[in-house]
């Protein structure tokens, strides 16, 4: 069972920044797809970013392109999620994820689960 540790998040206005950062407690990270989901009550889960193991340009669903930039660091086992301009409607709880499998912007196969934080974001 591969562990993830989130941490970051909290409470911002409109137009502020936030990073989330998911340290993963095993070895095997650069093996991984990591990406980010976000969960509001009473609806899905829903995809916001995805990176390939070996890092590179990102992808992402349209209402946050632009604003959100995914990385990760191979070294530190982790993957972090820098978010800008935030609006009222970003706010979520935000879960990392891991997937083994090829991602797209449309599909990302999560295999393990962060424990998710919650963000709030004020008008």
């Known amino acids: 069972q591969v562990r993830l540790v989130q941490s970051g998040g909290g409470f911002v206005q409109a137009g502020g920044s936030l990073r989330l950062s998911c340290e993963v407690l095993d070895r095997t990270f650069d093996r991984y797809s990591s990406g980010w989901f976000r969960q509001v009550p009473g609806k899905e889960r829903e995809f916001v970013s995805g990176i390939t193991g070996s890092g590179g340009a990102g992808v992402y669903r349209d209402s946050v392109k632009g604003r959100f930039t995914i990385s990760r660091d191979n070294a530190k086992n982790t993957t972090y999620l820098q978010m800008d301009n935030l609006k009222p409607e970003d706010t979520a709880v935000y879960y990392c994820?891991?997937?083994?499998?090829?991602?797209?912007?449309?599909?990302?196969?999560?295999?393990?689960w962060g424990q998710g934080t919650q963000v709030t974001v004020s008008s």
């Open positions: 994820a891991l997937s083994s499998s090829h991602i797209t912007a449309t599909t990302f196969h999560v295999e393990y």
